[in-house]
């Protein structure tokens, strides 16, 4: 089975195409998403796993990130042979502030505008090209909704913010939390997440949409994070008590996974304990 991560050079998709030992779709490797000659490449594989993107959620990115994460989509998705997988990773903040309304987020949480940056509402609208083209073109499509997926950091990519508390722990630099440490969020190790995404290949499902990330046991404040941090890594954190960040919007989140348990009999196996300490391991030195 011939499997292509896009945006496998990445913070994610490095982890990913180990994992699956498959092939790299990035502008490290030479290709580009926008462009229609590169994207024909996929026709050659029974696995796309779509990673690749542009995450800024700045205003003055917007046209950026629309091209991208939308034009950039489509390029590849008119490309995928019948019968092929391709998995799309969409993000739970397509949800706003909806999320809130639940304690655990079911699928079925709205996704109507509000105040979501493009980023989040242009993997809202890749998704319905997702479901589009799948359906026109005979291909399985998969849309996993991540919550915070994490991988150990690798030099040259950009972290999510366990990376970049984990990066702070070991250089002793100062960490700002949102909201006071309040915000609650569910945690999810990268190879669990490709262990989901081995499940829906392996499976007969043809078209399955999906929050994933750790669930309620693999829960914590932003505060028990750094605390959990300290301990599996025997580091002190700093925290800077006097300057927090903003309330994030939402305030908590924490995945329902019923729906991909129940399709794809899978959940998580790796213990926030047990992955969270491999984060240390990129900065042991080599001899």
């Not at 292509?4 to 990035?26: C, E, M, N, P, Q």
């Not at 995928?80 to 699928?107: L, Q, W």
């Not at 081995?198 to 046991?217: C, Q, T």
Request: with cysteine.
């Amino acid at each position: 089975m011939k499997i292509l991560v896009t945006g496998g050079s990445g913070y994610l998709g490095t982890h990913v195409r180990r994992y699956f030992k498959a092939d790299d779709f990035s502008r490290t490797s030479g290709f580009d998403v926008l462009n229609s000659v590169d994207a024909a490449v996929v026709k050659d594989y029974d696995v796309v796993i779509h990673l690749a993107a542009h995450l800024d959620k700045s205003p003055e990115a917007a046209e950026e990130v629309f091209l991208t994460n939308v034009e950039g989509t489509i390029n590849l998705l008119k490309n995928i042979r019948r019968d092929a997988v391709f998995i799309f990773a969409s993000t739970k903040d397509v949800y706003g502030r909806f999320a809130d309304n639940f304690g655990d987020v079911p699928e079925g949480c709205r996704t109507l505008y509000a105040g979501q940056s493009a980023l989040e509402w242009s993997k809202l609208i890749a998704e319905r090209y997702v479901e589009f083209y799948a359906n026109q073109l005979g291909f399985r499509s998969c849309i996993f909704r991540m919550s915070t997926i994490y991988a150990k950091p690798l030099e040259g990519t950009t972290p999510n913010f366990v990376g970049a508390y984990v990066d702070a722990v070991n250089k002793g630099e100062s960490i700002r939390l949102p909201g006071h440490g309040r915000p609650r969020r569910d945690l999810l190790h990268i190879d669990d997440f490709s262990a989901a995404c081995k499940a829906f290949i392996d499976s007969v499902i043809r078209h399955g949409l999906y929050n994933i990330g750790g669930g309620r046991p693999n829960t914590l404040t932003l505060t028990e994070l750094v605390a959990k941090l300290e301990e599996v890594s025997g580091l002190q954190a700093v925290v800077d008590l006097e300057n927090p960040l903003p309330d994030p919007v939402p305030m908590n989140y924490i995945s329902d996974l019923a729906l991909i348990t129940q399709e794809l009999d899978w959940n998580p196996k790796i213990g926030l304990d047990e992955g969270l300490r491999t984060m240390f391991e990129a900065f042991v030195p080599t001899s």
